[in-house]
């Protein structure tokens, strides 16, 4: 008695194929007939396609593989395979699970400002019919399907509704609409996902300047300074952190003052802080004690 082949989404060791990142597996192997036992996971789907076509679909359980039987195809099978058939039947396991894709870009605002957004969108695949659009419409090379390679088809989605707003809006008010900016990404990506039969359940979207100095300009200014006041404390942070005296007279916009002689002032930003050597008593590099 032949044993039947036991078709499912374990490697030998138990571990499994289909992790984080994996919506779609197609069983490789070629002994799937007549006979094998499909076992799908309780988050699985699996698509059985015999000769290219979708022979069936089925959810979480054990199943056999039947099919009616052809005098011809059978005669076939028994003088060329002895019975069976390779490549007769394809298993292709969808996963019912939440998945998270990622897309990153680039958007430009009103002002041709670069921001960098960061879109995070969670998907699924509810049902077999799902299952079936899945693997009918999705195109995808090698055995897997991945949140990645979804990307690639969903990426410009989310670009195009991303710059539909942010073109538009000056670069300060982009946070103030970002509320705005989620809900057309979801709309949009729930309409292009739907023909794949993908059902989107949650996004995210945070975007920021791409430019460093431009976002921390930004931050200032939303402690309500003023465009001159923002720069003003931008330029004063950056002297504080090489260890110049007036940057707190850069801060209040005041000149920097030296009343020892009382030979006026100095212009800030003329007066460094001494090295921690000559602090300690110790000459300039060439002047020994």
């Known amino acids: 008695m032949a044993i039947r082949s036991v078709i499912s989404t374990l490697n030998n060791d138990g571990t499994e194929v289909m992790g984080p990142g994996v919506l779609m597996y197609h069983h490789p192997g070629n002994d799937i007939t007549t006979g094998s036992l499909l076992t799908v996971e309780s988050n699985h789907f699996c698509v059985l396609k015999s000769r290219g076509a979708i022979f069936n679909v089925y959810a979480g359980g054990q199943y056999p593989v039947q099919t009616t039987d052809r005098p011809l195809i059978g005669s076939i099978q028994q003088a060329f395979y002895s019975g069976q058939s390779p490549w007769q039947y394809e298993a292709i396991f969808v996963s019912s699970a939440k998945s998270v894709a990622k897309a990153k870009g ?67 008010q982009i946070n103030e609409r970002i509320h705005e900016i989620t809900d057309l990404v979801r709309g949009h990506l729930q309409d292009f996902l739907a023909i794949y039969g993908i059902t989107l359940n949650d996004v995210k979207v945070l975007m920021r300047p791409r430019d ?29 952190e090489r ?29 460094e802080m001494a090295p921690p050597a000559a602090a300690n008593g110790g000459g300039p590099a060439g002047q020994g004690a």
């Open 212 to 240: 460093e100095r431009m976002r921390e300009l930004i931050s200032l200014r939303a402690f309500g300074l003023s465009e001159i006041e923002a720069v003003r404390y931008y330029v004063a942070m950056k002297m504080a």
């Open 106 to 172: 680039l958007a430009l605002s009103r002002e041709l400002a670069e921001l960098v957004y960061d879109v995070d969108y969670y998907v699924h695949i509810d049902s077999k019919e799902d299952a079936v659009k899945l693997v009918t419409h999705m195109p995808y090379q090698g055995h897997f399907l991945t949140t990645e390679a979804l990307n690639s088809y969903a990426g410009p989605v989310v670009e195009q509704a991303i710059n539909q707003i942010v073109q538009l809006t000056p670069l300060e």
């Open 243 to 271: 260890g110049l005296l007036s940057a707190p007279n850069m801060a209040v916009g005041e000149p920097f003052n030296i009343g020892l002689t009382g030979a006026g002032t100095m212009p800030a930003g003329l007066i």
